[in-house]
């Protein structure tokens, strides 16, 4: 039977159940099937060496499995990187990449042998050419055992957390298409709310991860999502520490889930070793027992003890050998064992537990690193220099007129790993033995002297994020996140902006990462090189619009209402976090104080002095209570609507079945929320709230549709949420440029998460979205001060605004500085209410 005929086969056999689930689109296998056979012939005639720049999506997918079925040899690798080492070495046939597919040759021009299907790198993104050759018997035999242990059943579905280029995301593709389970195609990060959407959506059970993904679901509040079809977890990729094994065990016991170990390398095609769930909570050390068909021993040597030493794998997966050029490529299998590098010992129960390391690899981040190529690629950089590892760090030694700063920025660049993963020093000569040979035990050594690199940028960061926190910077622990350290609404704006300027970028959620991973860029700096977040942008610009059109500078309308789509927007993304129903009510509460008090404040402080406001707007209920004199109630209707907004939704949320259904199907909740707050927005019959109170329920869906524009994570449901709000804007204001305005901020943060601008500009926006609030509250009774002079009026109002609002942030600081000494842990219930309030639902 050909391999065409074999896999094809294999996939129509599973026949109309779901194989591939998207942010888009379900595929069957019968359909996934067609879709291999009808790309086989773009792939070219004879039997071709194909590099596949790889995406977790389905067309990535459907090549990949076209190129196997019709007996090519693919080589995956990462997309967006350097692959000119490989490229250079093996002269592929065929390149496909995202532009598409590129035919080398018109012939294939390799010898092939027989057997070879795979070609993986080992070496992370060190551009190594030395590739492991994979035959398709190893393939099936690893996807066989895989499914065996883990028990994969045909209603299992599984997201792609890792990319399809490394052998351990390959494997829980290839495992489940075995089964006839089902995938789920996601490129998105687990830190990512869409990943979520998608992965509750189509019910994933299961989740894989190197120790890094669980590091960000401890961060996200994993352990309070509701996830009702999540079956297991497994883990692979590294070493996880054994505390680390012991919690996230019996977290998945509380909740009937398994949590699987898993040892392997890609030389054994993925697997070798499993450590069974019953186990990880008595045995959080071990690697385990041998996957179904393979075999584990022990080689002593006389340097290390009795029942210790190399641990040898051999089995049906253990590869047909390595590849260095393209001569080596028609060779068939020139081992039968792997000699992994690692010391083991064999418990008494028949576990396997690995005591240290032989060899000259390290695993970091998923990432098996070769450090002697590191080491040559630093020398192709004129750097003489000898690496090691050392307490989960690559130790760097380097003789070189760089300096450590660079030489670690180099370091990590060529290694594929964060900048806080290396620990570089530059001596004056490379440490070696009496032999000559490298003293890579001395360079471990280097690890323990004081990192002055590291501690200028920690320092630095910690200097910053004291500032703008108002903390001490001796007591800020750099493991600790913005959020860890009580980041809020104040905050948020300040801090994104600074920390942008600071670092030359702005990392994706950085206020949920830690500050030693908030590496400064090593890009030059350009004019146009900053970022600054949309609803940030909108918040500044909407102000701008409000003031300028009250003080009657020009009239511009429409800003209260964006404004009221941006709160929205950031009660979508920050408001409702991952954490149970209680602290989320808790989040609310605070929110809505946020707002309200420093509103009531400023109205008895108004009342006090002139006659602009009524006794209703000192309890935020005009609207409500009337009078219904247009400047009297029309003033501050945003922080009205807004209030009350957030009251109704602190009570659906504290509902157990809202919140259910808020967790399932976030998109979902927030557009039904919509379409009730649409046709609300329509005159309804029975329905007689009074002119003033009927407004208030009548501008609830700019909010609703700037929350539902926050769990919009794919390319239809963004367009139905721009196409609802274009419906409802018509006729709305009854004036068409308004309603064009209106339109125009919801198109921008709906489609445009960021934008590019000069840092000047982005430094402004920060400066008056931050003050957005104080602005809003303060501008009614400062423009008039200007008399005929608008231009001055609407400048003065913002200068007051922002003058007053780092006035209230020192009060908050000096009150705050008595907590200073407090530790991370002592801050951890201010911390957890910060998600909320880094959502900057305030004006």
């Not at 089964?179 to 830190?191: E, P």
Request: glycine share 8%.
């Amino acid at each position: 039977m050909t391999p065409s005929a074999s896999l094809v086969g294999c996939l129509r056999s599973h026949g109309d159940r779901v194989a591939l689930h998207t942010e888009t689109t379900q595929l069957t296998y019968r359909d996934l099937a067609g879709a291999v056979t009808a790309t086989g012939p773009s792939l070219g005639s004879g039997r071709r060496l194909i590099l596949l720049e790889t995406r977790n999506d389905t067309e990535t997918l459907t090549r990949y499995l076209a190129a196997l079925a019709a007996g090519h040899v693919v080589i995956p690798v990462p997309a967006e990187r350097d692959h000119h080492a490989i490229i250079d070495t093996y002269d592929p046939d065929t390149v496909i990449d995202a532009s598409g597919i590129h035919h080398r040759h018109r012939r294939a021009v390799h010898r092939l042998h027989d057997d070879l299907a795979l070609l993986m790198s080992t070496s992370g993104s060190t551009g190594s050419p030395k590739l492991v050759r994979l035959s398709r018997i190893n393939l099936i035999s690893n996807a066989a055992a895989i499914s065996e242990y883990l028990d994969i059943r045909e209603t299992d579905r599984a997201a792609t957390t890792l990319p399809l280029s490394y052998c351990y995301g390959l494997s829980v593709v290839h495992s489940h298409l075995l089964r006839g389970a089902g995938l789920i195609l996601t490129g998105h990060s687990v830190v990512d709310d869409r990943f979520w959407e998608l992965f509750r959506r189509h019910r994933g059970t299961s989740l894989a991860g190197v120790p890094h993904t669980f590091d960000l679901l401890d961060r996200i509040g994993f352990d309070a999502m509701e996830l009702p079809h999540l079956r297991y977890l497994t883990q692979a990729g590294g070493r996880m520490p054994p505390e680390q094994v012991s919690r996230w065990a019996a977290h998945a016991r509380e909740r009937g889930r398994k949590f699987f170990v898993m040892y392997g390398a890609t030389e054994a095609t993925a697997r070798m070793a499993y450590l069974p769930p019953e186990a990880a909570l008595s045995h959080p050390g071990c690697i385990g027992r041998p996957i179904p068909g393979g075999a584990l021993s022990i080689d002593s040597s006389d340097d290390w003890p009795d029942g210790t030493g190399e641990l040898v794998y051999t089995g049906p997966n253990v590869m047909m050998g390595y590849a260095q050029q393209p001569a080596d490529l028609a060779l068939g299998a020139t081992v039968d064992e792997l000699r992994t590098g690692d010391i083991a010992r064999r418990g008494p129960d028949g576990l396997y537990e690995i005591v240290g390391r032989s060899s000259r690899f390290v695993k970091l981040y998923g990432l098996r690193i070769d450090l002697q190529r590191l080491e040559a690629a630093l020398r192709s950089h004129d750097t003489a220099a000898l690496c090691a590892e050392h307490d989960g760090r690559i130790v760097v030694a380097a003789t070189t007129r760089r300096s450590a700063h660079e030489l670690r920025q180099l370091t990590a660049a060529a290694a594929g790993v964060p900048a806080t993963a290396v620990r570089a020093v530059v001596v004056p000569e490379l440490p070696r033995l009496a032999s000559g040979k490298p003293d890579y035990p001395a360079v471990r050594r280097l690890a323990a002297m004081p990192d002055p690199d590291a501690a200028t940028d920690a320092v630095d960061l910690r200097r910053l994020f004291a500032d703008v926190l108002h903390l001490d910077p001796t007591t800020i622990d750099t493991r600790a996140s913005f959020v860890d350290l009580g980041g809020n609404s104040l905050t948020y704006v300040a801090m994104s902006v600074r920390l942008e300027q600071a670092i030359g970028h702005l990392p994706a959620r950085w206020h949920l990462m830690p500050l030693d991973r908030l590496q400064p860029t090593t890009a030059p700096r350009r004019r146009w090189g900053s970022t600054v977040e949309t609803s940030v942008a909108l918040r500044a610009a909407a102000i701008v619009l409000i003031v300028g059109s009250h003080a009657d500078l020009f009239k511009l309308w429409g800003g209260a209402h964006v404004l009221l789509g941006v709160a929205g927007y950031n009660f979508g993304r920050f408001c409702l976090t991952p954490v149970p129903r209680r602290q989320r009510v808790l989040h609310l509460r605070n929110t809505i104080a946020w707002i309200a008090v420093p509103s009531i404040v400023w109205v008895a402080i108004a009342l006090a002095v002139t006659d602009d406001y009524h006794i209703s707007n000192l309890l935020l209920a005009n609207k409500f209570l009337g009078p219904p004199d247009s400047m009297t109630a029309g003033r501050l209707w945003f922080v009205e609507v807004l209030v009350w907004i957030l009251v109704a939704l602190t009570v659906v949320v504290w509902l157990p079945r809202a919140d259910r259904w808020e967790r399932r199907r976030p998109f979902g909740f927030a557009a039904a929320l919509l379409v009730v707050g649409l046709a609300l927005r329509y005159d309804l019959p029975g329905f007689d709230l009074g002119r003033e109170a009927w407004f208030t329920v009548l501008a609830f869906w700019f909010f609703a549709a700037g929350w539902a524009a926050a769990k919009a994570s794919t390319l239809w449901q963004r367009t139905i949420v721009t196409a609802v709000v274009a419906m409802g804007l018509h006729g709305y204001f009854g004036n068409p440029d308004r309603e064009m305005l209106v339109l125009a901020g919801f198109v921008l943060l709906i489609w445009l998460p960021a934008l590019r601008c000069p840092a000047a500009v982005a430094g402004v926006c920060g400066l008056l979205a931050e003050a957005s609030l104080y602005i809003y509250l303060t501008h009614y009774q400062v423009y008039p001060l200007a008399g005929d002079h608008p231009l001055i009026g609407v400048v003065l109002s913002l200068a007051t605004g922002v003058v007053l609002t780092r006035l209230v942030t020192a009060v908050r600081g000096r009150v705050a500085g008595r907590s200073a000494g407090l530790s991370v842990r002592e801050l951890a219930p201010r911390a957890e209410l910060a998600e909320s309030k880094g959502g900057m639902i305030a004006p």
